[in-house]
Every structure is written in structure tokens, then in C-alpha cells.
């Protein structure tokens, strides 16, 4: 079992940035990829970003491409979600979420591919 455990949400006006970051509990794991989800009020979760761990190839929803960038830290066994140009509509709860085998780059964006997943946290932008 691997808890994911989120931080750096936050309440921000809009036009300003914030850095999501996930760590997982476990050092080493075997996994193909990791992925940033979200789900706002009365909607369904839906895809923001993902990045594959060995190769670092990076897939964004298209309503975040330019402003968010995700990346990640091998070293620290960390993914980050910066997000900038942040707009009323980006408030919801960010979830993190790791995916231990390989799928194609578009079944990256499905949330039922991901195995773990952590409590998530709340991005809200005023504005």
C-alpha cells in the first residue's frame, strides 16, 4: 500500500501561483507514472497533468496548458504541480494519484488507471 500525501494548497487570488507537491510514503516503489487530479464542487474529477517517473514525458488537460507545469524530483521522490495565472475556475480539491504499470499516453488522463491515491488538497482562488 502507498499513501500519497499532498501539500501546498491554498487560498490565492486570481493571477497568482501556487506549487502542489506529493510524496509518497513509500521510498522506492515501482511506478510508471504520477498524475495531478481535480475535482471540483457538484463535478467529476477530472485530469490535470501527469508525468511518466524514468522517462519525465509530461500530458496536461488542455485548460491548464501554458500556466501549470508539472514536474518532478527523483531524488526526493517528489512531483510538483506549479500553477500560475491562476483563475476562480482552477478552485478545487488537487489530488495526487501513481500509476504502477504502463498504459498509453492518452490513458493517462483516466483516473480509473491510477492505483493510489492521496486525501488531496484545496486550491482556492478568489476572485
Known amino acids: 500500500q502507498v499513501q500519497l500525501v499532498e501539500s501546498g494548497g491554498g487560498l490565492v487570488q486570481a493571477g497568482g501561483s501556487l506549487r502542489l507537491s506529493c510524496v509518497p510514503s513509500q521510498r522506492t516503489f515501482s511506478r510508471y507514472a504520477m498524475g495531478w487530479f481535480r475535482q471540483a464542487p457538484g463535478k467529476e474529477r477530472e485530469f490535470v497533468s501527469a508525468?511518466?517517473?524514468?522517462?519525465?514525458?509530461?500530458y496536461y488537460a488542455d485548460f491548464v496548458k501554458g500556466r501549470f507545469t508539472i514536474s518532478r524530483d527523483n531524488a526526493q521522490n517528489t512531483v510538483y504541480l506549479q500553477m500560475n495565472s491562476l483563475k476562480f475556475e482552477d478552485t478545487a480539491v488537487y489530488y495526487c494519484?501513481?500509476?504502477?504499470?504502463?498504459?498509453?499516453?492518452?490513458?493517462?488522463?483516466?483516473?480509473?488507471?491510477?492505483?493510489?491515491w492521496g486525501q488531496g488538497t484545496q486550491v482556492t482562488v478568489s476572485s
Open positions: 508525468i511518466t517517473w524514468i522517462g519525465g514525458s509530461t
Open positions: 494519484a501513481t500509476l504502477l504499470r504502463w498504459v498509453s499516453g492518452s490513458s493517462l488522463q483516466s483516473s480509473q488507471n491510477y492505483d493510489y
